[in-house]
């Protein structure tokens, strides 16, 4: 099943720069056990001193398994620290967070954020360019056709960041968005404002007024509006301009820091209703 969308997916790696190499003998008839994606970091950061970008915890594996909310999980393609940082603080939030909420991933990638939102109650689409659709696919059905009692369905489209058509029909199948998420997505320089201009498009333009249930944890600063994410590490100088497009749309605030990934979330300034007669 996954054997013919690995090879494509592996060729679209090689042509994004990325190799693959074997890290132990092959183990299994698909051949794919013992490979990972290439796992030395040649950022800015590293290359002008030691930084923790190539130590265990940035495993690549083209296999790989976790247990989330008690359900055993498995996604072939390899997953970022981005994302399972970032699904493990989804899962700190609990069920309540996400249940019944549509949400967008954009850039979902091999699907482990998308897989771990839909099994905590969302209506999820999970977005990506042509090339990663494949892969992205056959990790949602395998996991999910596996625990179909489980997941919510989730919905695969192609998105292409700061294009308009692409953005306005996921807009007018939706309806409505929640929560638009992303994670390790602002290492490419050309890929910022696009990406600044989609984070911008996607999430509506009103805030509804009242504290979140989750204020707390959000530093108290969120109201119950649409919220965005981002996970990221930092590489290069250049990422900073995310945080600085973001920045005119959005009150940014940091909201995890685990070792050398941070999360950080977006909301539309709250302007309370206003009381003032019509004239």
């Keep these: 099943m996954f054997d013919p969308v690995m090879e494509e997916y592996l060729a679209y790696c090689s042509s994004v720069c990325a190799t693959v190499v074997d890290t132990e003998p092959i183990q299994n008839e698909l051949g794919w056990d013992g490979k990972t994606l290439r796992l030395k970091c040649e950022c800015h950061q590293c290359l002008a001193g030691e930084t923790s970008h190539n130590d265990v915890s940035h495993d690549q594996s083209l296999q790989q398994s976790f247990l989330f909310n008690k359900l055993p999980l498995f996604i072939q393609g390899g997953t970022t620290k981005c994302?399972?940082?970032?699904m493990k603080y989804f899962e700190g939030l609990g069920r309540d967070a996400f249940k019944?909420?549509?949400?967008v991933e954009v850039g979902a990638g091999t699907g482990l954020v998308s897989i771990c939102l839909a099994r905590l109650g969302a209506d999820v689409y999970a977005t990506d360019q042509d090339p990663m659709l494949p892969i992205l696919t056959a990790n949602i059905e395998a996991n999910v056709n596996?625990?179909?009692?489980?997941f919510i369905p989730i919905k695969v489209r192609n998105l292409l960041w700061a294009d308009e058509v692409s953005q306005n029909s996921l807009l007018a199948e939706m309806g409505s968005v929640d929560y638009v998420i992303g994670s390790d997505l602002i290492y490419a320089k050309e890929g910022i404002p696009p990406l600044v201009s989609t984070y911008n498009d996607l999430m509506p333009r009103s805030v509804s007024s009242g504290p979140s249930p989750f204020a707390e944890e959000h530093k108290g600063s969120i109201p119950s509006s649409p919220v965005a994410y981002l996970a990221s590490i930092f590489r290069?100088?250049?990422e900073n301009s995310f945080f600085e497009g973001m920045a005119r749309?959005?009150?940014?605030?940091?909201?995890?820091?685990?070792?050398d990934i941070k999360i950080h979330s977006f909301v539309r300034p709250y302007e309370p209703p206003s009381t003032k007669s019509p004239a």
């Design 236 to 238: 290069f100088e250049w």
């Design 249 to 259: 749309h959005f009150k940014t605030d940091l909201v995890l820091e685990e070792g």
């Design 100 to 103: 019944g909420k549509r949400i």
């Design 83 to 86: 994302a399972r940082v970032m």
């Design 146 to 150: 596996r625990h179909k009692d489980s």
